[in-house]
């Protein structure tokens, strides 16, 4: 008798790519998902010569905290800012109020600085042009910025909105790493539903990765 | 006609122990599902709480040698009092009482929403040298409307009998003041017992409301 194995469209569920089969959520079916684990990987973007990118969905109330990882950013243009801006709705407009703190650790390649410093030209005193979390990427072809941005329970409409970012910088000038710590709030009760990624001047590449936190 | 069951090796591909089935990344086959890192263990949630503490083996809370790192996550931390401090300690195993010895450093960085004040600074107020009360993850927060406390917490080997337990926390609130403050506090309890109960509290009156949530984090 021949052997008889079970393959994968033989399932009572649509195939999707990458994800598992789980039992769904009245027990009574299959559906496809991702299995264990409490960070999902909602969205990801690569940018290519762009100037900004911007998270317009999935920013709800499914997730008590998000999470955004910037990978590589790298400029065209030297010596650039990279902002991250919030908006309240839906990304017509990136304008929500922040108030922030910003400190940074820096050292030099050739040893000849370091440094613990508050930043008075990062941080936000009820400024709404958006936070900056990287001061001077440089742009030379090894040159870039890598943060991981907090931002918790953006759908609550009692609180602020809070958020964390931690962020390296090779930095133009000086040849220096910079440990960028930035944190904040979005002075609005009002739900916290886009978020866009701007770079100062010119256009950057790179990639951001948005995920939800259960 | 007779019901039939798939076993673990009916399926069209070789099974790996702990592993789950999904479809490839062609959607036209099977291949085993790696499972996530962060497991999501307990969430509770304030509702004018004295304390929030997490006991292993119960409430299915899970704080042994099972993950080599914990993280805690407090979101929306919001005070009955104002002008509080958020605050943790731990039990050792077969102790009593959230007591245990603790060194530690905080610093933080605060800004006000007028512009008029900025600040880097160590705080010997919330540090503690093996000091028994509870350490500040917060301090000074407001029980405004609006006024909240979020952050993280890392608690590392726990079950740990050989070393000390190290921790660090990071937070942002909204200072009374109507400041932006974030705080850092980094310690490790000082004792060569295993850890396996944390208590979160207020330094004065109740948490009115917030989340706190327990993941593990698998290190293979």
Redesign the interface.
Known sequence: MALS????NSMNVT???????KFNSSNNGLE?G??????VLISEQTASGVQTLSFTSGIDSTY??YIFKCFDINPGTDDQVFRIKFSIDGGSNYNATV?????YALHREDGSTAS???H?SM????GTSGQQIARSIGNGSDESFCATV?L??PS?T???K???SRGNEYQSTNDESRDY?I???V?S?SAVNAVQFLIGGGVFDGTIKMYG?? | MALTKFNFNSFDLTTAASKGLAFNSSANGFETAVEGSMTLIKTLTASSSATLSFVDGSSSVVLDNTYPVYLFKYINIHPATDSTNFSFQANASGGSGYNETITSTYFKAEHDEGDSATALSYDTDFDQAQGTGFQTLVGGLGNGNDESASGQLYLFNPSSTTFVKHFFGVSQYYHKSNYSNSHRAGGYFNTTSAIDEIQFKMSSGNIDAGTIKLYGIKDS
Request: aromatic share 14%; charged share 15%; net charge negative.
């Open positions: 194995k079970v393959n994968f195939p999707a790519a990458s994800k598992a089969i496809t991702d299995i264990g684990g409490s960070l008590k905290e108030t922030s703190t910003s400190f613990l410093q508050y008075t941080d936000e005193a009820q907090h918790f329970d609550n009692t609180f602020v809070h958020f964390i710590n944190a904040g709030y002075n009760t936190v259960l």
